[in-house]
């Protein structure tokens, strides 16, 4: 710790208090007299603080309550500071870990750098230098948890903008089976009083009308898990959550004016969460589906590409969505994944379906989400547009 930095006063303690009254604190060190120390300086500025003797027990506390801040020593019995930090960052490695060290145990700082430590306190400092770098860790990982919120608030506020906009397109799928069903009825009373009413007829009716009935129930159920909690990994087909997708988002309907080439083998599978999976090619399409509208094309197109890459023991999926709505400029390429930046400025457009996409893909699917203008084939003929590409493992 450089003795030119600032010492914290009162109010800076005020500051470091504001970051650390909600949080847990784990203190791990060998010496009974070291751990009643810093627990001494601390207390005043956690929620609760656990106390550890070894590396050992630390990590048997740290898995068991995920406290938010972890101070250790290195050198200790059964197991090290710097081991127990390494199984700490791959449980968790947004866990601020901070060495306390000696000048003897310098050379464990190479190492701690590779682990991902956030900072080290020398044995010899002074409280208010001890303070000063745990306040550090704290408006960091402070600053991450706000951000988590923002993005948990972001995301619930996609959804509620999205569940209009499938209302939407739920009445314009269920108009058609309403007006057969209504027709039909006026039929069957019709054949009634006709006097020719069988039973070959009726069963005809009900098995038509069941049809109806039964895609009518499940654009309901699809409606509903677009909500709903998703918690385990299921394996499902590709194309199956392809055309879920188109359905909702009112692209394959009878009467719409996009034309859609899907390229996808029925035995295509993967492994991963289906709904946040249907729901990031919905928030893709849309996109799509708006830029054609808004360009208002010659050929209004949408292909859909899927395929497996085998990488030995590895597998690679990429799923590509082109369409021929203009592409993307250049001069804002950079920018679309950004929250809240739309290019619709007549519309109600707010700019989150691709950065909500961004954020499903990368951090809760573990894939990565990329977008390019290119000239892709199809119909017959070479087009260029934007291509959003979906890769995951």
């Known amino acids: 710790m450089k003795n030119s930095r600032k010492k914290l006063n009162r109010f800076d303690s005020k500051k470091l208090y504001k970051y650390t009254h909600q949080l847990r604190l784990l203190y791990v060190d060998d010496s009974k007299t070291a751990r009643r120390f810093f627990e001494t300086i601390l207390k005043p500025y956690f929620k609760e603080i656990d106390l550890a003797e070894d590396g050992d027990v630390g990590l048997q506390i740290f898995n068991k309550k995920r406290n938010d801040i972890v101070i250790t020593d290195i050198n200790m019995p059964n197991l090290s500071g710097i081991e127990m930090a390494r199984f700490i960052k791959r449980i968790d490695h947004n866990t601020p870990v901070i060495l306390t060290t000696s000048f ?22 002074n409280p208010e230098e001890l303070l000063e770098t745990v306040y550090e860790s704290a408006k960091i990982l402070f600053q991450q948890i706000e951000l988590e919120k923002r993005e948990k608030i972001m995301i619930q506020q996609s959804k509620l903008s999205s569940m209009g906009e499938l209302l939407i397109n739920i009445a314009h799928q269920w108009r058609q089976p309403l007006n057969f069903m209504g027709l039909t009825l006026e039929d069957l009373r019709g054949t009634y009083e006709d006097g020719e009413l069988d039973g070959e007829y009726l069963e005809g009716v009900i098995s038509d009308t069941n049809k109806f009935l039964r895609n009518m129930s499940e654009t309901i159920d699809q409606f509903a898990n677009y909500f709903a909690p998703e918690h385990t990994k299921e394996r499902f087909k590709v194309v199956d959550a392809v055309k879920e997708a188109l359905k909702m988002q009112g692209i394959s309907a009878e009467g719409s004016k996009i034309g859609t080439f899907l390229e996808i083998s029925e035995t295509l599978q993967l492994n991963t969460y289906r709904q946040s999976f249907v729901q990031t090619l919905m928030h893709i399409l849309k996109n799509s589906k708006e830029a054609i509208e808004r360009t208002n094309p010659e050929e209004a197109l949408i292909q ?19 369409d021929t709505g203009g592409g993307i400029d250049e001069d804002i390429e950079a920018k679309i994944f950004d929250p809240y930046f739309t290019t619709q400025f007549q519309t109600q457009g707010r700019g989150m379906g691709l950065y909500i996409s961004k954020i499903t893909v990368e951090e809760h699917l573990l894939g990565h989400l990329t977008a390019s203008n290119k000239t892709f084939f199809l119909n017959g003929q070479d087009l260029r547009g934007a291509c959003l590409k979906i890769e995951l493992s």
């Open 304 to 322: 859909i590409k899927a395929m497996k890459i085998d990488r030995g023991l590895d597998e690679k999926f990429i799923i590509e969505i082109c």
């Open 104 to 125: 003897s145990e310098e050379h464990f700082l190479i190492e701690s750098i590779k682990i991902g430590v956030n900072g080290y306190i020398k044995k010899s400092a």
